[in-house]
Every structure is written in C-alpha cells, then in structure tokens.
C-alpha cells in the first residue's frame, strides 16, 4: 500500500477503543452488511467446530453464527481491546452462570493471526479486511489457520467508497479518506494466497445526511475516520472545512446529502491436498 495511505495501526487501534461505546447507535450499515452476509451462508454447505469472527467488533455477528452453527466454538477476535469487552458483554449472564459459554476473545491483529496453523472450520469477517496495510498477508493467515476444507468468508469496502466525501476533501493534497482495494484485485489476492474457487460480488449502498458533518460525525462515532498516515495532523481549520462543505454540496439531492458505499462479498475454500495414486502428497515445483 502507497506510504501516505497505510494506515497507522496504534492510532487505528486507539480510535477503536474510544468508540466502543458510540459504536453500535452507529453502525447502522455495519449491521446491514453483517445480515445480508449472514444470508448468504444459506448457500454453504459446512458444519464448523470452531469459527473466527476476525474483527468481531462489538459481537454483532456472534449471536446469528451461534444459532446458524449451534455446536461451534467461536474465537472472537479484534484489534482493540475496549472492543473485546463490549462484545464480552453480549454474552447472557445465564450462560456465564451455567457455564455453557464457549466463546473465546483474542486480542490481535489480521495480519498475524495469534492461532495455530489448521485449528478452524470458518474464518468470517465483516468490514474488517479494510483496515489492514497488507491483504495478501491477511489471506495467507486466513489460509493457514483453516483446516483443509475450511471456509473464507467477508466482507469489505470496495474503491468507491466515500467517494462523495474524497472528492469533497480533494483540495489540500492531504490523505482524508482512506483508499480501498478493486474487488478483482482481493480475487486475485485470494487465489495467490492457496484458496480454491473464489466467488466475489459487490453493490452500492447509499446513505444520506442532512450535512457533511453528520457524515464526519458518524464515521468518528464508529472509530473510522482518517488514520492514514499521509493524513493531516493538525486540526482542520474553519475554512478547510467550510470548503469541504461547500464542495459536498454539490452533490446533494432531494434535500438530502449522500454517502456511497461499494460492499464487496467475498468467499473461498482451503483445498484438501492433492495426493498422488499411492496417497502421497503431491507437491508443485516451480522452476525459476
């Protein structure tokens, strides 16, 4: 990823935790994306016994994933802390009395996965893969821990994101939206990581506000705003943000302002082994 756009994880991780607590009156199109994803495992035929919601958040997902898959064992998994104690807080307090709780919360990174290799059925992920600086690490992780077999679901945001908002705030040659990865790239991505017969798909979702600063409001409240490193330091002066203002307006319709979203859907399997006639191991060798 371009230096000025990596994000700064300390700072990310930081944003994370201070919005635990604003982040589900928020995140609206989180949960939307989250049960649209959730459908789409009707297709999928797998019983896992054990799951890793990677970038769990505040555990929206888990309680769907529960019921889907009764007999799995749920790692829950994400960047910051404060996040982790939210989704902590899901759990009923009869299942913490009976002792029937068999969720487990990791705090860790994407792009290094603190779980042994071939430990789970199902990695799932929803809107988390957008915040790491290197996606083809994400997917070889996601390819070790899964058993032959295993499942590779998630969810991202695709290039046209905020596009309304980059343009808006196109003027200062300063990072102030976050850039995001072609749905053909994260397929190829996918592929050089091991998986077997990728599927990936995308569509638009727009939400509209009644001005910029609701837009800049939510995204705060969700810890998502601007953490590139090529982001300005400083604070935003008045009349920056007057100009952003002002060229967003331009886009208004209906009395109404609006924010795209580009959703990509994506899904993958680890493949068994190849083995040879006498069941050994088939292994590729590539000349240079």
Same mark, same amino acid.
């Given at each position: 990823?371009?230096?000025?756009f990596?994000?700064?994880?300390?700072?990310?991780?930081?944003?994370?935790?201070?919005?635990a607590?604003?982040?589900?009156?928020?995140?609206?199109?989180?949960?939307?994306?989250?049960?649209?994803?959730l459908?789409?495992?009707?297709?999928?035929?797998?019983?896992?016994?054990?799951i890793?919601?990677?970038?769990?958040g505040?555990?929206?997902?888990?309680?769907?994933l529960?019921?889907?898959?009764p007999?799995a064992?749920?790692?829950?998994?994400?960047?910051a802390?404060?996040?982790?104690?939210?989704?902590?807080?899901?759990i009923s307090?009869?299942?913490?009395?009976i002792?029937?709780n068999?969720?487990?919360?990791?705090?860790?990174?994407?792009?290094? /996965?603190?779980l042994?290799s071939?430990? =789970?059925?199902?990695?799932?992920?929803?809107?988390?893969?957008?915040?790491?600086?290197?996606?083809?690490?994400?997917?070889?992780?996601?390819?070790r821990?899964?058993?032959?077999?295993?499942?590779?679901?998630?969810?991202?945001?695709?290039?046209?994101?905020?596009k309304? /908002?980059?343009a808006a705030?196109?003027?200062d040659?300063? =990072?102030?939206?976050?850039r995001?990865?072609?749905?053909?790239?994260?397929?190829?991505?996918?592929?050089g990581?091991?998986?077997?017969?990728?599927v990936?798909?995308?569509?638009?979702v727009?939400?509209?506000?009644?001005?910029?600063?609701?837009?800049?409001?939510? /995204?705060?409240?969700?810890?998502?705003?601007?953490?590139?490193?090529?982001?300005?330091?400083?604070?935003?002066?008045?009349?920056?943000?007057?100009?952003?203002?002002?060229?967003?307006?331009?886009?208004?319709?209906?009395?109404r302002?609006?924010?795209?979203?580009?959703?990509?859907?994506?899904?993958?399997?680890?493949?068994?082994?190849?083995?040879?006639?006498?069941?050994?191991?088939?292994?590729?060798?590539?000349s240079?």
């Open positions: 990823m371009n230096g000025s990596a994000q700064d994880q300390r700072q990310m991780r930081r944003s994370f935790d201070k919005a607590t604003t982040y589900d009156q928020a995140a609206v199109l989180q949960r939307e994306v989250c049960v649209r994803a459908e789409r495992l009707d297709l999928v035929k797998l019983d896992p016994a054990a890793i919601d990677a970038g769990c505040t555990g929206f997902a888990s309680p769907a529960h019921k889907r898959y007999r064992k749920l790692v829950a998994l994400d960047i802390p404060a996040m982790l104690r939210k989704a902590r807080s899901r307090v009869w299942k913490k009395w002792g029937s068999r969720d487990v919360f990791v705090c860790g990174d994407n792009e290094r /996965l603190p042994r071939a430990c =789970v059925d199902m990695l799932w992920s929803n809107l988390a893969f957008q915040w790491v600086n290197d996606l083809p690490a994400v997917f070889a992780e996601s390819q821990v899964l058993r032959p077999g295993g499942l590779l679901m998630f969810t991202t945001f695709g290039p046209d994101t905020l309304e /908002l980059r705030c196109a003027a040659g300063k =990072v102030h939206v976050n995001f990865i072609d749905m053909h790239d994260i397929g190829d991505m996918m592929i990581a091991g998986f077997a017969d990728p990936m798909d995308m569509e638009y727009t939400l509209t506000y009644t001005d910029v600063r609701s837009v800049m409001r939510e /995204l705060k409240a969700l810890g998502a705003h601007n953490v590139a490193v090529g982001r300005n330091r400083g604070l935003t002066g008045k009349q920056t943000l007057r100009e952003i203002e002002r060229r967003y307006e331009s886009f208004r319709q209906a009395e302002l609006p924010a795209t979203f580009e959703i990509i859907y994506g899904h993958a399997w680890k493949p068994f082994p190849r083995t040879g006639p006498g069941g050994r191991p088939v292994i590729d060798i590539k240079t």
